[in-house]
């Protein structure tokens, strides 16, 4: 019998396992099970005819142990605190898993972006810096893009925010156009960190690319720039889909193609050579490798049962339940987990940091040599995690990233044992 668990609940059961399974120190559990700092802020902004709309925004700050808050900005209608707590707790073990000296850190604004023309976008986004430039900064709290938000958006806030400083910053934010210090390498980062990952385990498993079978869903930047990689190293990528619809062949797709009908029509459904199917269905077929890059709870109770993939790469955040990941490690299907799978995103992000301090750009080539290093040195430690624990990958990945993180912790102290001085006037 399985309980629904919402994505925070999710998180912290995913980290009580992991600790029971290391006998981690009961109070560094403690500490890392809340975050540090919530911000909630109303962000009143004037619409193009004329009206006033407040909007909500978040800012959650989860744990500075391990060096500034990391973690990117969402516009989605749905988005809630309690989201943006999983998210910000998961982003900080996402960059201890990979050994980057971040914390985590999420942001939100609950809106339609969809909706917004890019001048209340401007004005969503310049409100949204107002309201809490105060707790940010390139030394103490750095945004990212994330669903629904892009490099413009990210340049609004970085300008805003040198604005408010009176000094520029482009360290404040990551993922921003090339033109205003963003980095080479970026949008395809999570895509192409994950594809390390993934080829670490295949050489373990002894899967070879030409043999193995693919379906990709989500066909944002995370999925479409997977599924052109993963087709130019020779794996056989049968099934695309995007919000909308999914598309099928089992011999084949060309992603490029793909990618070209959906520029022109808006969608992949109704791409010639394709079957149509819907997202739901597209889940269902057997496949070796299924890659995860839409949103959350994608994999859940009501589908589990259903999934035919051996494997599934978590390019999106949190897109396995607990309860399904419990019932799919139980079928002897691998999960390769979020917090190190789709990791290459935020070790790019953390590359444009450094050269946003240094002032000093990187060439692609460099860039993806460190890259490849970071992403294979944490699969293979890892899997030797695994190994040693006899547990699952995602066990492991928090297994990983806790032992940094407590170790840390004992270094810093968690400062509940500094006595108050109390000052007489």
């Given at each position: 019998m399985f309980t629904k668990m919402s994505f925070y609940e999710n998180t912290l059961k995913n980290m009580q396992k992991a600790a029971k399974i290391m006998n981690l120190d009961p109070e560094a559990l403690e500490v890392l099970s809340k975050p540090q700092k919530t911000l909630i802020v109303s962000l009143p902004v004037r619409m193009d005819d004329g009206t006033l709309k407040v909007f909500e925004g978040f800012r959650v700050q989860h744990s500075e142990l391990r060096g500034p808050f990391k973690g990117g900005i969402r516009y989605l209608a749905e988005v809630d605190l309690d989201e943006i707590k999983a998210l910000a707790t998961e982003m900080s073990f996402k960059c201890a898993v990979v050994g980057i000296p971040y914390g985590g850190g999420k942001g939100g604004v609950k809106c339609n972006a969809k909706e917004l023309s890019q001048g209340e976008l401007e004005r969503v986004t310049r409100k949204y810096v107002q309201a809490i430039y105060q707790i940010i900064g390139p030394e103490h709290d750095i945004s990212a893009p994330d669903m629904y938000t892009n490099g413009q958006i990210m340049a609004w806030f970085m300008d805003e925010y040198s604005r408010l400083v009176n000094k520029y910053q482009p360290g404040v934010v990551t993922g921003k156009p090339i033109e205003v210090g963003g980095s080479l390498g970026r949008n395809t980062a999570t895509a192409q960190g994950g594809t390390y990952v993934l080829q670490e385990y295949m050489k373990l498993h002894d899967m070879k690319p030409e043999s193995t079978k693919v379906i990709v869903q989500g066909f944002g930047n995370a999925g479409s720039f997977a599924a052109e990689i993963l087709h130019g190293l020779g794996f056989t990528v049968m099934g695309l889909s995007d919000s909308k619809a999914g598309v099928y062949n089992e011999n084949g797709l060309d992603p490029a193609g793909v990618m070209e009908h959906k520029k022109k029509t808006g969608s992949v459904s109704g791409f010639s050579g394709a079957t149509s199917v819907t997202n739901a269905e597209l889940l269902e077929k057997p496949c070796d490798v299924l890659v995860l890059a839409a949103m959350e709870n994608q994999v859940n109770d009501k589908n589990m049962?259903?999934?035919?993939?051996?494997?599934?790469?978590?390019?999106?955040?949190?897109?396995?339940?607990?309860?399904?990941d419990e019932y799919l490690s139980g079928q002897g299907v691998v999960?390769?987990?979020?917090?190190?799978?789709?990791?290459?995103?935020?070790?790019?992000?953390?590359?444009?940091?450094?050269?946003?301090?240094?002032?000093?750009?990187?060439?692609?080539?460099?860039?993806?040599?460190?890259?490849?290093?970071?992403?294979?040195?944490?699969?293979?430690?890892?899997?030797?995690?695994?190994?040693?624990?006899?547990?699952?990958?995602?066990?492991?990945?928090?297994i990983s990233a806790f032992d940094r993180m407590a170790k840390a912790l004992k270094l810093r102290g968690s400062g509940a044992n500094l006595l108050c001085k109390v000052y007489n006037h």
């Open positions: 049962m259903n999934i035919k993939a051996k494997v599934i790469l978590e390019l999106a955040n949190g897109p396995t339940t607990a309860e399904a999960v390769i987990p979020d917090i190190l799978a789709n990791a290459g995103g935020v070790t790019v992000s953390y590359f444009e940091w450094l050269q946003n301090q240094q002032s000093y750009y990187w060439p692609l080539e460099e860039i993806q040599t460190k890259l490849k290093r970071v992403m294979v040195e944490s699969s293979q430690r890892v899997l030797d995690i695994q190994k040693e624990h006899h547990c699952t990958m995602r066990q492991a990945a928090y």
